[in-house]
């Protein structure tokens, strides 16, 4: 009995199974024809590598049909699907690219859809990527990259950068700028860099900056700053003027006996010798021939800005052979240009930049001195030398030392009345403004020259003596002839009656005063007076200037007897040209 139950149980089982799986597939049959409506579903090939990349109210979908020849248009839709786009798609036989701009998009987050089409309308799977448009709202969040200086160095624009976020997306400072030659330039200062030097900047003029922005990596669009314009004040180039100017120069690096001076602009011209040129071990010099190279509109020169006044460029010849016009397929010149650039050698006496010139010929002379004036508030200017050799000629330009001297104008003296003016008010003994007051005239704690606001040179009554003091004006003055006047108040020096002591009004060449015990004999006296309380309270000493100078004018006094007070209480010093 109980296999037969067994067995009747397992028959029926199956039985209900077979009945279950009849009614189950009549019924999908009958929803899979309902869907259909008479036909079979046909899927055109969905878009592939589908990009969305962000922009400025805008956005750039990039994709590639690769599969299916028969799409027709593809369908971009946003805003969950209440707006969109259609873009008819010409197939070829290879794998197409989408790449359309969506414009007009409000700044914000976007999910984008994109179905392709059969001529059928048949579509495709939908693909789905996020995309954002930005705007105002970005911009508004923008600022310029602080600027901590800028200046012009050495005729050089020099701008230093603080730091930023690099989380707002900047990138980068656009540059706008006038060059030497008054042509519109545009450079881009990477975020990293904390400085730029602009070589070419035309001093004088301004320049515009703004900081460029790119909010995420895909975006397509640059996001700026407004540009903000700035006219960068020129550094008054001090005295000496010239830097590394005289034997023995300076190199950039040491590359034999050809090599580049440090401090000037040397153009590719000048390098004739293997990318070097400028220097003949530690000489200047610009040779061609034997050898070597021609120099062909090879220009050395240094940048200075100056303000106004007359300046004598004076350039020390070892040796030369060029022969100025007597060969005119030679040009050498020592020249002055305003600018950031010398003109080439072929356009140096005619260029309008040119303010003063010379051309190099081996019979003016070993000393040649270059006189110009300068009348702008400040004027940014190039100096140096610059030739052309002839072809396959040897050439050669040495020189010892180059300087650059302004021109003291009338009348000459600064400070030079009662009451002086002090560098600072130290009490009863100070030091005169404007005068060079040495170490040894220094004797009242370190401050001398100065008693209340009259010129005194005093020892004695319990300050130590002078020994060697020296308080003078150094000047550049044009050839001529000078009468250099003190007025004086009171003194006890007594000349050449008391050999202890000595006090001179001096005038000598240079850029110092000999010492005390050197004054009538050194060769750079120019003319002297020893200070004696007998011969007159004005004093006047007269001298000539065969060419123009540098000059040292002043006084000067030793009292090693500290027995006996000395003064020389001074009303006024002037000089004068006759």
């Known amino acids: 009995m109980k296999y037969i139950y067994k ?24 929803g899979y024809n309902k869907f259909l409506k008479g036909g079979e579903i046909s899927y055109t090939g969905k878009i592939d590598s589908l990009e969305i990349f962000s922009g400025k ?42 790449d359309i701009i969506i414009n007009d998009l409000e700044e914000n987050i976007y999910s984008f859809d994109v179905r392709t089409y059969d001529a059928l309308g048949n579509k495709s799977i939908s693909v789905s990527e996020i995309g954002t ?50 042509s519109q330039k545009s450079i881009i200062v990477p975020i990293d860099s904390s400085n730029v030097v602009i070589e070419d900047f035309k001093g004088g003029t301004e320049y515009a900056y703004r900081t460029l922005f790119l909010p995420d990596e895909t975006c397509i669009d640059t996001f700026s700053t407004d540009f903000t314009t700035h006219k960068p004040l020129l550094e008054i180039t001090l005295p000496p003027y010239f830097k590394n100017a005289s034997i023995p120069f300076a190199k950039v690096s040491d590359k034999g006996r050809w090599s580049t001076p440090a401090e000037w602009v040397v153009n590719e011209g000048a390098k004739s010798h293997s990318g070097e040129g400028g220097l003949d071990n530690d000489i200047f010099n610009l040779e061609s021939g034997w050898g070597q190279p021609d120099i062909i509109n090879g220009k050395v020169y240094q940048r200075m800005n100056l303000p106004p006044g ?10 030369t052979n060029y022969e100025g016009a007597d060969n005119n397929l030679d040009q050498a010149y020592f020249i002055v240009a305003e600018g ?27 000393t040649r001195t270059l006189v110009f004036t300068l009348t702008k508030e400040l004027t940014q200017i190039v100096i140096g030398v610059e030739t052309t050799n002839d072809k396959g ?34 009490g009863r003994w100070s030091t005169p403004a404007d005068w060079v007051v040495n170490e040894g005239a220094k004797s009242h704690g370190g401050q001398g020259g100065l008693d209340g606001d009259l010129f005194n040179l005093e020892s004695g009554w319990g300050a130590p003596p002078i020994i060697n003091g020296k308080i003078y004006q150094t000047m550049f003055l044009e050839a001529g002839t000078y009468t250099y006047g003190i007025n004086i108040k009171e003194t006890n020096y ?36 020893r200070i004696n309380k007998d011969n007159g309270v004005n004093r006047s000493l007269g001298f000539t200037l065969t060419e123009a100078a540098q000059v040292s004018i002043g006084v000067e006094t030793t009292n090693a007897d500290n027995s006996y007070g000395r003064y020389l209480k001074i009303n006024s010093f002037t000089l004068t040209k006759n």
Not at 7 to 29: E, H, N, R, W
Not at 62 to 75: A, M, Q
Not at 340 to 354: K, M, N, R
Not at 403 to 424: C, H, M, R
Request: proline content about 3%.
């Open 57 to 98: 109210n805008r956005v750039k979908v990039k994709g590639l049909f690769i599969s299916d020849p028969k799409i027709t248009e593809c369908r971009v839709f946003w805003n969950s699907g209440a707006d969109s786009i259609v873009v008819p798609i010409a197939r070829t036989e290879g794998v197409d690219t989408l």
């Open 340 to 366: 950031g650039d010398l003109p080439d050698v072929s356009d140096a006496e005619t260029s309008e930049s040119t303010i003063v010139y010379e051309r190099v010929n081996k019979v003016n002379g070993l």
């Open 494 to 529: 007594e000349g050449a009656i008391a050999n202890k002591e000595q006090a001179y009004f001096v005038v000598a060449k240079g850029s110092t005063l000999p010492d005390v015990i050197d004054v009538e004999t050194s060769s750079e006296t120019i003319v002297y007076e």
């Open 393 to 426: 000629a040897g050439r050669y330009l040495k020189i010892n030392s180059f300087s650059l001297n302004q021109f003291t104008e009338a009348p000459y003296f600064k400070n030079a009345s009662a009451p002086f003016d002090k560098v600072f008010d130290n």
């Open 310 to 319: 007359t300046y004598a460029y004076t350039i020390n010849i070892k040796e």
């Open 133 to 182: 448009s930005y705007g105002e709202r970005y911009q508004k969040s923008l600022f310029q990259r602080p600027v901590i200086s800028n200046e012009i160095i050495g005729g050089a624009l020099t701008i230093e950068y603080a730091s930023m976020d690099l989380s707002s997306g900047v990138f980068g400072t656009e540059v706008n700028y006038i060059d030497v030659n008054d």
């Open 7 to 30: 067995k009747f149980y397992l028959q029926g089982a199956a039985l209900l199974i077979m009945l279950i799986s009849v009614v189950a597939c009549t019924t999908m049959d009958e």
